[in-house]
């Protein structure tokens, strides 16, 4: 072994290696349309906003729409960007509409910056939000013409407002506040042919994306095209690929039916780009993408039904309406699939799902993450060795495995990989191609997010030994209740297992001797209001400490029973409020 | 229009706009491995060489062994390359066995260029190969030995030679010429835990690959990680995707067998690394690999049937080799399923292929396009208006559409598309994110090859308003007739259909009046020796004529029977040769 290899350094500096390099193929959104549209022309999208037209477009005609989308932002002045320099952020308030869509092609085709707005934030939120991006150019449904008025004169950098509406006359507006005003479909009649940039570079920003804020400020994340490209390709590697057993997401070709199902696009798109659906929808074939425009769930079950939809995804508490609208009680629902996401799901809901033949699959991922990371892939050896009982119950409990490219470890305070026993609790960190780039404008929660070079979710999980992650809590709902954990996720499931529950968020109180303890905040279902006490709800836990399910001491100090919970604009229980609420309750 | 966005300008440098850059998520082959070991720990792959022992590994016992083999690298002296320095070029003479295999993962993880050898080639354009990508080191199953050892003299670099063997006792040679020698599997032994490099640039070269030379001295084609990891991704994509009709790859999880099926790979991985498969089928999760080491059809037979393989692939002699082999004639190939490539096979082969029940898939590809770029998707539409016959008819007559991210034109001379009317022939062009960078060390070949960003296939091709592509003939092949294009693709498939032909090339031969005139080349089956004529055969082509097929001046002048056909280290039929025999056949 002593004679080393030394002809190395001689020669090969990239100059004689290469002579002549080509240009590099870049992954960038404009690849994902051309799959599209070359693999699926015929392919249909559906507009069908409440009490509205049913408007529809082949993929060949949508792809026509957002080439002359290039040339509106060209008119509006819009400016292209590059991995040094971004372009202009563009705001987004709709709801989920053939527009939007086409917006969330060619803003980042054309090189500037995605910036769809949580409508469901406060307007404060959302003035922060948008001149913390500097906004200038907003496209916005008519439906928020009011908020936009409201907070225009606190936009700092707003200077176009582009208005979309379903209205056959254009919108008569000139101005509001210092920004100049524009009829969307007026301005797509005047657009001629546009030619997007041949070859974007796949490092330039094309996403500006707010975390829901159930913790602080909403913190700003940052895509860049690799990221987002990057996503949509594997979350449509693990949707075609986890067909079996029936838990998984059915838009593309799959083995129930060869030509895919008719998706109904529930998850809103502002909401971490409507969890990438816009995108892989498109790249994967789906023969029908299903807008719904504003939400309204007695439409939405009108459409799941004239659409034939057979696949939707979204929150728990999505899921938890679809079910209990008086409108569905009669619509049958078995085999629709249900992606579920956001949040945790509690048992209760599972099994009211599964009681109506519903399919659920579960995923895991934030808005850091783009978001989806980890979901059940079920390896040959699993199949062959768990009964479908098992398999079920794994896909369900357990949040999955990586996704093809994407790392995780449930890490120790010290970073070490805790024991994967299903049992020792860690933190869950994650390494893949399209976590994001950091908060902008926010070294120190970028760096306090990314220590180690890992991504540190917040969120507390266990392993097994197969490699399946389990969610125990959020690190900042668990309680800590004389210095042991109680997992208030663990607490809501089993709770909401109790008939009269509708829903409950379990949170931890301050307590003299404890430090913390636990507090249930039930929602009744209404024909149960006034009949079911908190010793009723108390026992019923209790019953899970004899079954050894849990321990004694996880049984909550009080119940407390509410109209309704308080909800984050992503349409999640807002924990933080309900802290602050009902933090002082055990005291006095 | 006319108030311009000015704010851009002034703030929004890189270094403002992020603060803080999280280290990027690279697109390496170590992801691959990790992406199988962690979704897919207990698959299995099965090394069984003819009179050998079968040896299998799970794929975790093969992370471990591909984790000792870079502590092997190390100790050889192996060094690490970078974006702008390529690494060591390690040679590889193998067949497909797991430690080929091995080096496949463990080269480019250690940031090594891996230079997997044509052993089919001729010795001097080993020796010209060698030296012209300056192989430092070469691993070299003992079967190769001879041949390395009469070439050491001439390879200028050759430093180490590591000798693969399945025997007990090890190797018992110290040098040869100037490189020292070592046994594999006593290093593999010696060898400590290793820690690849974490995260490598995915712009390294990974490796080098040489056309097969059916036109002049091979080409080196150089491709980085992030080709090679890109084209592995896109291959899984439509693998799991296009199972409709039953004309598609296998090897993961699917419609007819949710643990999917093992695989058997058959493309040497010398040739194109082997398609692919060593990368696609470990993220994959195929349930078990299955190597067969040195090509012997009766012992592939017996892993066919022992393995219970249902899944293989490789260019039409390796089909026709199967289906002719007098030990397969009562095996049951119904439901077997055969990934063509690297050739167009004949309609007489695909029929007889039919008849036996083999299923067949198409593709197309060049080593320079890593390889696969088209393959069939048969979108909603057509699945629903196309009968099975016409689906079936459409997948084995087109190479397809594009894969995703790939972009495909059939264009004139003057690089604008022809049109779509499926006649009119014009050069396929391509652009993919997972084409070479270029011809190494030969600038102008490059340049010719990537004229206008386009990579041109030399390919003649038409292409249908539904966007199918079709092959017509390489550029090479075609015949030039009086100033009007031949086919010789189109009459070798329809000499093919006469029941005496086994094999057939056609190719132009020089005339004098009209410059080419077609020649068939023809090889008789056993039985038939003899007894079939040179007029039966232009008869046979004339009732083609009669039928409107082809025009009647496509009809060969000549039929010559030999005993067999001259072939290219990738088994293609080697036209070249045939040219060179036969070019002045008319002429006297």
Redesign the interface.
């Known amino acids: ?1 002593n ?3 030394q ?3 001689k ?4 100059e ?8 590099g ?3 960038t959104i404009d ?1 994902i349309l ?2 599209g549209i ?6 249909e999208i559906v507009y069908w906003p409440p009490n509205g037209r049913r408007l529809h477009f082949t993929f060949k005609e949508f792809n026509e729409r957002v080439n002359r989308l290039g040339w509106v932002l060209k ?5 292209s960007g590059d ?4 372009g ?1 952020r563009v705001a987004i308030f709709d709801w989920n509409t053939h527009r939007f869509l086409e917006l969330l092609y060619a803003v980042p085709m054309y090189g500037a910056v995605l910036q769809p707005v949580n409508i469901r934030l406060a307007p404060e939120e959302i003035i922060y939000v948008m001149n913390k991006s ?1 906004d ?2 907003a496209f916005v449904n008519a439906d928020f013409l009011p908020l936009i008025k409201a907070i225009a004169p606190k936009l700092e ?1 707003l ?2 407002i582009v208005v979309m509406h379903d209205g056959e006359e254009p919108i008569k507006i000139e101005r509001i506040s210092n920004a ?1 005003v524009y009829d969307y479909e007026e301005l797509m009649k005047e657009a001629r042919e546009f030619n997007y940039p041949e070859e974007l570079d796949e490092r330039t ?1 094309m996403v500006m994306m707010y975390t829901s804020g159930t913790t602080g400020l909403p913190k700003a994340t ?1 895509f860049r095209h690799r990221e987002i490209v ?1 996503h949509a ?1 594997a979350v ?2 693990i949707a ?6 029936a838990h998984y997401l059915r838009f ?4 129930y039916n ?3 199902e008719p998706s109904l696009l529930l998850v809103p798109f502002y909401h971490v780009l409507g969890w990438g659906a816009p995108y892989y929808n498109i ?3 789906t ?1 029908k993408i299903v807008l719904p425009g504003r939400y309204e769930w007695n439409h939405i079950i009108r459409l799941i039904k004239e659409e034939k939809v057979k696949n939707a995804g979204g929150v728990p508490t999505m899921l938890y309406l679809m079910l209990n609208s008086p409108e569905l009680k009669d619509v049958d629902l078995r085999g629709f699939l249900w992606s579920l996401g956001g949040a945790a799901a509690t048992k209760g809901l599972i099994e009211e799902a599964r009681k109506r033949g519903v399919i659920l699959t579960n995923g895991y991922g934030l808005t850091e993450t783009a978001p989806v990371v980890i979901a059940p ?1 079920l ?3 699993l ?2 060795n768990l009964s479908e009982e098992e398999l079920q119950e794994l896909v369900v409990n357990s949040i999955g ?2 996704l ?2 994407v ?1 995780a470890r449930v890490v120790d305070e010290e970073g070490r990989d805790v024991p994967k026993d299903g049992k020792t609790v860690g933190e869950l960190v994650l ?3 399209w ?4 908060y ?4 120190e929660k ?2 306090a997010a ?1 220590k180690d ?1 890992w ?1 540190h979710t917040g969120d507390l999980a266990t392993w097994d030994e ?2 399946f992650i389990y969610i125990v809590d959020r690190a900042k709902d668990v309680i800590k209740s004389g210095g042991e954990w109680i997992s208030s996720l663990k607490l809501e499931s089993l709770i909401s297992l109790h008939p009269a529950v509708a829903e409950v968020a379990v949170i931890g109180a301050t307590h003299e001797k404890w430090g913390e303890r636990p507090v249930a905040i039930v929602v009744l279902r209404p024909e149960f209001k006034g009949r079911v006490k908190e010793e009723d709800i108390i026992n019923h836990v209790r019953t899970f400490v004899d079954e050894g399910v849990i321990p004694k001491w996880w049984v909550p100090d009080k119940v407390i029973f509410v109209d309704e919970l308080p909800k984050t604009g992503a349409a999640k229980i807002d924990k933080k409020v309900l802290r602050d609420r009902y933090r002082d309750v055990l005291i006095k």
Do not use: C
């Open positions: 072994m004679e080393q290899i002809q190395q350094h020669y090969n500096t990239e004689e290696v290469f002579n002549e390099i080509i240009p193929y870049q992954l690849k051309k799959t070359t693999l699926f022309p015929n392919n008119e509006l002045g819009v400016i991995p040094r320099r971004m202009t500097r200038e150019v950098y200077r176009k100049e920003v940052i990057l390709i449509l590697i075609v690929w986890n067909w079996y057993p593309t070709r799959n083995a060869p030509l895919g790249m994967g074939g023969p892939t390896s040959p050896d199949i062959m495995k990586p093809p490219f790392q390494r893949a191609p976590i994001t780039l950091g902008y404008g926010d070294p970028t760096r990314f070079g991504f197969r490699g």
